[in-house]
């Protein structure tokens, strides 16, 4: 079904058997380079209207851009209590296979806080990767969603509640016992040689700016970091500087 300016709903499986709902915008058909943007925590493809602009701006410049929900969020199947860091880089890896089974590609991934932790997770093991940005995110996973859990809320201690910005939110204790499997800094070290660029805001209240340190010199060569001024978790005021610096990057490493 193809939206206004071009965007079309798309559904693909994980390996989970899910059914997970994109929107592709392909200004010249299913052809050429791809970013595929990853939403954060409690998030939706649509970042509230603000990643479908910056698609249509990327396909103003020869970019195909997929936005899609990971599973238990927006409009893709499952429940967003069973969501693990391991799921979504599964997640993801489906989203990289159908892209590249369209004949899109290079493939680059982008992603917007715990998006932007699951787009480094992938891409230190998908080879297909051409090239990561994220923006906002967090490196030390159990210090940040420990401090927002309020504990189990069920009898047998499995379900966990968290408050936070958001509203109130619950998780299985599987969420949890899974990011321990995780080191993010190490893994951002594993992209090289393909690029990561960082983008991180100073004024951000949610993850702590120093987790952009963190991975950033876990990684190597060719990397970037950029710290905003002013910038919330959010980037409210901000979009516009991230989005030049990411179409800067991006330029750089892909020749349309």
């Known amino acids: ?105 290079p493939v680059f991934t982008m992603g917007r806080s715990f998006g932007g932790t699951t787009v480094i997770c992938h891409g230190a093991v998908d080879s297909r990767v051409a090239g990561v940005c994220t923006w906002a995110a967090p490196a030390r996973l159990m210090e940040l969603f420990t401090e927002f859990a309020e504990g189990p809320v069920d009898d047998e201690g499995d379900l966990f509640v968290l408050a936070g910005e958001e509203g109130i939110a619950y998780l299985r204790k599987a969420f949890f016992d899974n990011l321990d499997r995780f080191d993010i800094p190490a893994l951002a070290g594993r992209i090289s040689p393909r690029p990561l660029l960082v983008i991180q805001g100073e004024k951000d209240d949610v993850v702590n700016p120093a987790d952009a340190g963190l991975i950033f010199n876990g990684a190597k060569e060719p990397k970037e970091i950029l710290y905003i001024s002013g910038a919330d978790h959010q980037f409210s005021q901000h979009h516009r500087q991230v989005w030049d610096a990411c179409f800067a990057w991006l330029k750089r490493y892909i020749t349309v």
């Open 1 to 105: 079904m193809f939206l206004n300016k071009g965007w079309q709903e798309m559904q693909f499986k994980n390996s989970r058997g899910l059914t997970l709902a994109g929107l592709l915008y392909s200004p010249v058909g299913h052809s050429g380079p791809v970013v595929i943007v990853c939403h954060g925590f409690t998030g939706s493809k649509e970042g509230e209207g603000s990643a479908k602009t910056m698609g249509e701006e990327l396909g103003d410049r020869g970019y195909n851009t997929l936005l899609f929900d990971f599973s238990g969020n927006g409009d893709s199947e499952g429940l967003f209590e069973n969501i693990t860091l391991s799921g979504q880089v599964d997640d993801l890896r489906s989203a990289v296979d159908w892209c590249v089974g369209t004949g899109m590609g």
